[in-house]
């Protein structure tokens, strides 16, 4: 037997939902900006995701799929809500998963980060610093957001891939409203660690009820923000504990 078969990256991994990833080498999710400007996939990010799948990995994340328009982090992010073209998300659905490998949606929401020239970034709170200048999301606004997660899930599964992820890091929404250093709301959703979290745990919450039980949902939480006030690694620790 070769080395290749015999390394641990070989084995197959079972998730909790129960789904079985085939080895365990997965490409983390990245922003590709192949999408057409509009939100749908294009022909080259069809052809680039089965190349990578006939590459023998296990898995590959999709990053920053937005569930709205209007809060993109780039042009090329796809979206996927009521408005996407469902072919085209399926046809990438399926090159995707060539050879048994797994594709998955990260979910993304930039917030504050949004790409300006595209969206109007709004935040946890309205700020105005040097290269960064937000609005603040109302109460309402922030009420939308887990059915809004939900429903991109929900249609990521009716596609045909594989699972997703929630994007809770670098920066970004869910990153933000975790953050001291973004997040100076004084209702139930800042101030103390748990009102930081909420969000987080609503979203998750309503995706896990979008999908089902058997159905793998993924978080990427930043360990720490490495910022003076910011989130820190003891916080991740209790935001971890409050996800399992
Ligand atoms: C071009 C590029 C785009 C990325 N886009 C995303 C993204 O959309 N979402 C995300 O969570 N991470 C993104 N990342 C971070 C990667 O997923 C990964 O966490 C990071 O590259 C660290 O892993 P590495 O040391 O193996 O590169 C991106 C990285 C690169 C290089």
Not at 54 to 78: D, M, R, T, W, Y
Not at 99 to 117: I, T, V
Request: charged letters at 20%; hydrophobic letters at 40%.
């Amino acid at each position: 037997m070769s080395n290749a078969q015999t390394s641990p990256l070989a084995h197959p991994l079972t998730l909790p939902c129960g789904v079985t990833l085939k080895n365990r080498i997965a490409k983390s999710a990245m922003s590709d900006s192949l999408g057409d400007g509009a939100g749908n996939p294009t022909d080259d990010q069809i052809r680039l995701y089965e190349r990578w799948a006939k590459g023998g990995l296990a898995l590959s994340i999709i990053g920053e799929v937005q569930g709205s328009p209007h809060f993109a982090e780039k042009p090329g992010n796809l979206i996927l809500d009521g408005h996407s073209d469902r072919g085209l998300f399926e046809r990438l659905a399926k090159a995707g998963a060539t050879g048994n490998a797994q594709l998955w949606l990260q979910l993304g929401h930039a917030g504050a980060m949004a790409d300006a020239p595209i969206s109007t970034p709004k935040g946890p709170s309205a700020l105005d610093l040097p290269g960064l200048t937000c609005g603040a999301l109302s109460l309402d606004e922030i009420r939308a957001l887990p059915s809004e997660f939900a429903r991109t899930a929900s249609l990521a599964k009716q596609h045909g891939f594989g699972g997703v992820e929630v994007h809770a890091a670098h920066g970004f929404l869910l990153n933000q409203f975790l953050s001291p250093l973004f997040n100076r709301r004084q209702d139930a959703y800042g101030g103390s660690l748990q009102n930081r979290m909420r969000l987080l745990l609503e979203v998750i919450a309503a995706v896990r009820k979008a999908v089902g039980p058997a159905f793998p949902v993924g978080i990427k939480l930043n360990a720490t923000d490495q910022l003076e006030g910011g989130f820190s690694e003891a916080e991740s620790i209790e935001v971890v504990a409050a996800l399992d």
